[in-house]
C-alpha cells in the first residue's frame, strides 16, 4: 500500500477479511482508491468480487480489518448513520432494484431528491444522462423495458445519485448489454476496449488500474 496515495485515498481496506462458515471469501485484503479512480476488480466465480462490494457499503459486515470511507471507519458507524453512507455511493445492481411503479425518468430523479438536489433543477441532468446512457424512454415503468434497458437506467441513476461528487460508485458487471450498444462510456469504460467477450470490458479496459481477487 502506497503510503503517499493513502493520505488522499477515499476508499482504503487494511487487511480485510470476511469469513462465511468458516470459508473465506475475502482474505486480508489492503487497498487504496483515489478519488475519480477506475479500479475494475476481476476474478473467478466465488472469489468475493461482490463481497468485497458489499463490505463497502456494508451489506456485509468484515471478520476482521478495517474500511474506511472518506475518513469515516465503517466498523464505528452507528445504525443511524449507514443511510448516510450508502448516499455516498451510486451503485448498480445485479437485479438493477428499480422501482416498478415509477418512470424511467422518476428512478433516476429520486436519486438526486435524496442528495437534497431540487426536482425541477434537475430534469435537464436526468435527461441528459438518459441520453448519453442511450435510454430515452423517460416516461416509460421499468416492468416494459428489457434486461439491458433496465441496467441503462441503473446506470444512469447511480451517475447522477449520491455518489456522483464523492467519486463513490460502484458496479457490478456494468458494462454487459452497455458496450452492446457502444455506449460504454456511460460508464467510464472507453468504447474502443468494449470486447466480444459478452460486452464485458478485458483488464485491458482500466485506465488507471486493477486489483485480481
Given at each position: 500500500?502506497?503510503l ?5 485515498a477515499i ?9 462465511y ?8 485484503v ?10 475494475f476488480?476481476?476474478?473467478?466465480s466465488g ?7 458489499k463490505?463497502?457499503?456494508?451489506a456485509?459486515t ?6 474506511l470511507?472518506?475518513g469515516m471507519?465503517l466498523s464505528?458507524?452507528s445504525?443511524?448513520?449507514?443511510p ?6 451510486g451503485?448498480v445492481?445485479q437485479?438493477f432494484?428499480?422501482i416498478?411503479t ?5 428512478n433516476?430523479?429520486l436519486?438526486?431528491e435524496?442528495?437534497g438536489?431540487?426536482?425541477d433543477?434537475s430534469?435537464?441532468?436526468v435527461?441528459h444522462?438518459?441520453?448519453?446512457t442511450?435510454m430515452e424512454?423517460?416516461r416509460?415503468?421499468?416492468p416494459?423495458?428489457s434486461?439491458?434497458e433496465q441496467?441503462r437506467v ?11 461528487h ?11 448489454s452497455?458496450?452492446?450498444a457502444g ?7 472507453p468504447q474502443?476496449?468494449c470486447?466480444?467477450s459478452?460486452?464485458?470490458?478485458s ?9 485480481r481477487t
Amino acid at each position: 500500500m502506497n503510503l503517499d496515495m493513502g493520505k488522499h485515498a477515499i476508499i482504503r481496506l487494511f487487511n480485510v477479511t470476511k469469513h462465511y462458515g468458516g470459508r473465506p471469501a475475502l482474505q486480508n485484503v489492503s487497498m487504496d482508491i483515489l478519488p475519480g479512480e477506475f479500479v475494475f476488480v476481476s476474478g473467478p466465480s466465488g472469489a468475493g468480487k461482490s463481497t468485497l462490494l458489499k463490505v463497502l457499503y456494508l451489506a456485509e459486515t468484515v471478520s476482521d480489518g478495517q474500511i474506511l470511507i472518506d475518513g469515516m471507519n465503517l466498523s464505528r458507524i452507528s445504525a443511524g448513520r449507514l443511510p448516510f453512507l450508502r448516499r455516498r455511493f451510486g451503485m448498480v445492481f445485479q437485479d438493477f432494484k428499480l422501482i416498478p411503479t415509477l418512470t424511467v425518468f422518476d428512478n433516476v430523479a429520486l436519486a438526486l431528491e435524496v442528495a437534497g438536489k431540487n426536482r425541477d433543477s434537475s430534469k435537464k441532468k436526468v435527461m441528459h444522462v438518459l441520453r448519453i446512457t442511450g435510454m430515452e424512454k423517460a416516461r416509460d415503468l421499468p416492468p416494459t423495458l428489457s434486461g439491458g434497458e433496465q441496467q441503462r437506467v441503473a446506470v444512469a441513476r447511480a451517475w447522477w445519485g449520491p455518489g456522483h461528487h464523492s467519486g463513490g460508485r460502484t458496479h457490478r458487471q456494468p458494462g454487459s448489454s452497455l458496450c452492446k450498444a457502444g455506449i460504454g462510456n456511460s460508464t467510464g469504460l472507453p468504447q474502443e476496449r468494449c470486447h466480444d467477450s459478452g460486452g464485458q470490458p478485458s483488464p485491458s479496459a482500466a485506465p488507471d488500474r486493477g486489483n485480481r481477487t
